[in-house]
T-cell receptor, first 119, second 111 residues
Framework: GAVVSQHPSRVICKSGTSVKIECRSL??????MFWYRQFPKQSLMLMAT?????????EQGVEKDKFLINHASLTLSTLTVTSAHPEDSSFYIC???????????????FGPGTRLLVL | DAKTTQPNSMESNEEEPVHLPCNHS???????IHWYRQLPSQGPEYVIH???SNVNNRMASLAIAEDRKSSTLILHRATLRDAAVYYC????????????FGPGTRLSVLP
């Protein structure tokens, strides 16, 4: 099946610094990727939709200047958490789909997640 | 967005079948039913999806009610590795739509 990778898998940073998370579709091209955030014991919450070659679409309540998304190619999307604070500590997960199947039958493939801890 | 409701948790014995229910009474005619599962500290993993007919794959079976207002994910023989949170979610027929995840069902498998 299709594989989505994320890097790094785990990152610890100091408050005020920026962190970049990469999401790659390894064996397929993805015009659309999604970024989710998951707090402990909670479900995944969609943060934004990343579109190749255009601006990302952010969900209500997600600060676009704080969570910068770049989808520069059909296999790579990046999420940069700028000026991170302890409340940004979370599990960040990306997904990508397509594989030629359009519409509701499209299977999404999820990355393994990146655990961010801001001290 | 059409929503789904699932029991918060379920328990099963190892090597027994497991039936995980999902209600989606407001499903529209073009919504696909998708099931994903998430093991601890991992991203969700695709399990199965369907539209109207029952579906089988190497991981599970999906039984869809005739009125499509509910569905059941069937694990034929639960193993310890099947312990996870199972999410039932719907996806409309427009390309590029995202999933909306509810709290899912936490499945515990007892040895």
């Amino acid at each position: 099946g299709a594989v989505v990778s994320q890097h790094p898998s785990r990152v610890i940073c100091k408050s005020g610094t920026s962190v970049k998370i990469e999401c790659r579709s390894l064996d397929f091209q993805a015009t659309t990727m999604f970024w989710y955030r998951q707090f402990p014991k909670q479900s995944l919450m969609l943060m934004a939709t990343s579109n190749e070659g255009s601006k990302a679409t952010y969900e209500q309540g997600v600060e676009k200047d704080k969570f910068l998304i770049n989808h520069a190619s059909l296999t790579l999307s990046t999420l940069t958490v700028t000026s991170a604070h302890p409340e940004d500590s979370s599990f960040y997960i990306c997904s990508a789909g397509g594989l030629g199947t359009r519409g509701g039958g499209e299977t999404q493939y999820f990355g393994p997640g990146t655990r961010l801890l801001v001290l | 967005d059409a929503k789904t409701t699932q029991p918060n948790s379920m328990e099963s014995n190892e090597e027994e079948p497991v039936h995980l229910p999902c209600n989606h009474s407001t499903i529209s005619g073009t919504d696909y039913i998708h099931w994903y599962r998430q093991l601890p500290s991992q991203g969700p993993e695709y399990v199965i999806h369907g539209l109207t007919s029952n579906v089988n794959n190497r991981m599970a079976s999906l039984a869809i009610a005739e009125d499509r207002k509910s569905s059941t994910l069937i694990l034929h023989r639960a193993t310890l590795r099947d312990a996870a949170v199972y999410y039932c979610t719907l996806l409309g027929d427009n390309y590029g739509q995202n999933f909306v995840f509810g709290p899912g069902t936490r499945l515990s498998v007892l040895p």
